[in-house]
């Protein structure tokens, strides 16, 4: 034990005293001016020995952040102890909530603040014969408001009873308001919406529940207030639908052609696509499927006739499925464009003069219906070393008319082109490369004003593949 020092002892002397005399008047006084409780009069003589600052009784922090508050002695060599709010003493000299002793003080460091630390937490002197001698302050601990695993996309089920969860953490708790699509949702009194601790409750859900929710938790306390929202996305789940009718049960091809069969439906959770070819998986390396988010293209590269036949897509997802047969015909290869050259050349356009002749051997159905162009600047094929793969494309179709124009060209530029027919059961051989070039457009004329008829050394049949 540290040596007492002879002024501390008159000290503790003169407090003993007085806590007599004043216990004395305590009960002489019943019923006088409570300034007289013993309490009162410990704080003002424990004051006299231990100060802490910052002083204020309680003192409000955010968790993270860091706090240091000092107990003063006005003995200098007084023996001084902080307690936390468990009464433990606290005496470790390292770690996120630390004491870091000095002559005449006693620091308590909290490096960062931890909801646990709420609470009163007490420095007084090591001594037992001065129990009076403590000061406290409460520390009180705000946490941020956050909404943690709360999910973002949500999907319930049509015709139950569901909920949009939203957990929401803060300390103090802070009230809870909802809204759909912007619009506020009233939970007063609604047999609709109810709301719950961790969540809005929704009674037999119906596909205009679908929308953007957004959960707004909001404080307010007489030192700060805040809030903060989250915006979560419900899908109200269902079986399966087509996104179109059923269009093309009926597809062609030939032999050395490919073809697309497309299979595209609706469904949440998104459905899975599974394609069968008469009854049986597709095996071998003729076929890719492209997936997206609500459909599945199945390309075929027809090798052999064996290919033909029914092709089953299947679409399901927990709540259902659809299936859809596309019977694969024979078609006839349709011959490629025995007439390609330029009509009509303007700064920015191709007018192009496309003609096949009519198959005589083959149904009306197969007749050709429109064509595909092909076409790339000179400085784009160089660039992509002759590879057709990168050349833009235009269709063109009967029904829309028998202009086949190539628009949005650069000026004074000279193209590559090539074409291809059209028909029900994919495209001809592709043509020869034709060099065309667009006219360069005088300064001082307007744009639409620039075009000149065809000369006819432009249009040069082009034979490079
Ligand atoms: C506190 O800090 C830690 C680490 O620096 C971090 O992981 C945590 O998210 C923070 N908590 C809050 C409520 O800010
Ligand atoms: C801290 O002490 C004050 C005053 O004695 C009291 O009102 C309060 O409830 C205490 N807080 C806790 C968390 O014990
Ligand atoms: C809710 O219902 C109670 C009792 O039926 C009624 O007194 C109150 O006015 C209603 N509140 C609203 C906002 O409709
Ligand atoms: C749920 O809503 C549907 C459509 O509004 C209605 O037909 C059905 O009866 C409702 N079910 C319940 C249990 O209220
Ligand atoms: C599909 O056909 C049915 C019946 O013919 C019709 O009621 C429905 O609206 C059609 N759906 C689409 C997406 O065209
Ligand atoms: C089939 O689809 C793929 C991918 O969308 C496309 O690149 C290809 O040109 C299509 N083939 C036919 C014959 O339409
Ligand atoms: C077509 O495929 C079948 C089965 O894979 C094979 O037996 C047949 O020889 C093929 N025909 C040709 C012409 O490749
Ligand atoms: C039809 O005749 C063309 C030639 O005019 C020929 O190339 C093609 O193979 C024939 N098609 C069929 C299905 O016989
Ligand atoms: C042409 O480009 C496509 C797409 O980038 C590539 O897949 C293909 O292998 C290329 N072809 C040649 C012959 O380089
Ligand atoms: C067209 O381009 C060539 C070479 O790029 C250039 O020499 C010529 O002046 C241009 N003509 C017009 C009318 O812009």
Not at 324 to 349: E, H, N
Not at 450 to 457: D, E, T
């Amino acid at each position: 034990m540290e040596m007492i020092s002879s002024e501390y002892c008159i000290m503790l002397l003169i407090n003993f005293k007085w806590i007599h005399v004043i216990q004395s008047a305590a009960v002489l006084a019943v019923g006088q001016p409570e300034s007289y409780s013993t309490g009162g009069v410990g704080d003002i003589l424990s004051q006299s020995l231990l100060t802490l600052t910052p002083s204020t009784p309680s003192i409000t922090h955010f968790v993270n952040d860091s706090f240091i508050i000092f107990c003063k002695t006005v003995q200098k060599d007084a023996d001084t102890k902080w307690r936390d709010p468990r009464g433990l003493a606290r005496e470790n000299t390292k770690g996120r909530v630390h004491i870091e002793k000095k002559t005449g003080s006693l620091a308590l460091v909290f490096e960062h603040i931890s909801l646990e630390d709420k609470g009163n937490w007490t420095c007084e002197v090591d001594s037992a014969a001065v129990r009076e001698a403590k000061r406290s302050f409460e520390l009180l601990v705000n946490q941020k408001i956050s909404f943690g695993k709360t999910e973002q996309v949500q999907s319930v089920r049509e015709g139950r009873d569901a909920m949009v969860n939203c957990f929401v953490k803060g300390q103090p708790m802070p009230e809870v308001s909802w809204m759909l699509n912007g619009e506020h949702i009233n939970t007063v009194n609604s047999t609709k919406h109810r709301r719950l601790s961790d969540g809005l409750f929704i009674r037999n859900v119906t596909q205009s529940d679908a929308g953007e929710y957004t959960c707004r938790a909001m404080r307010i306390t007489p030192t700060f207030s805040d809030s903060d929202q989250i915006t979560i996305l419900l899908r109200i789940q269902h079986k399966p639908h087509w996104f179109y009718n059923e269009t093309l049960p009926l597809q062609y091809a030939y032999v050395g052609g490919s073809v697309n069969l497309s299979c595209d439906a609706m469904g949440e959770p998104p459905p899975s696509f599974t394609w069968l070819h008469n009854g049986k998986g597709i095996v071998g390396f003729n076929h890719r499927v492209f997936m997206a988010d609500y459909g599945a293209t199945l390309q075929l590269h027809i090798r052999n006739a064996t290919q033909f036949g029914d092709y089953k897509c299947k679409v399901a997802n927990p709540l259902g499925m659809l299936e859809r047969v596309i019977k694969l015909r024979v078609g006839a290869k349709p011959i490629g464009p025995t007439r390609f050259q330029l009509k009509r050349l303007y700064s920015d356009a191709f007018e192009l003069d496309l003609r096949t002749p009519r198959m005589f051997n083959v149904s009306d159905e197969m007749q050709i219906f429109g064509y595909r162009v092909a076409y790339m600047s000179d400085t784009d094929f160089k660039y992509s070393a002759g590879n057709w793969s990168h050349a833009k494309q235009r269709d063109f179709s009967f029904h829309r008319g028998h202009r086949f124009i190539i628009p949005h060209l650069e000026g004074n530029t000279t193209y590559l082109m090539r074409a291809a027919s059209r028909n029900l059961a994919g495209l001809s051989e592709w043509s020869n490369v034709k060099i065309f070039a667009t006219a360069g457009c005088p300064s001082w004329k307007p744009h639409s004003w620039c075009f000149h008829i065809l000369m006819p050394i432009i249009g040069l049949a082009f034979i490079w593949r």
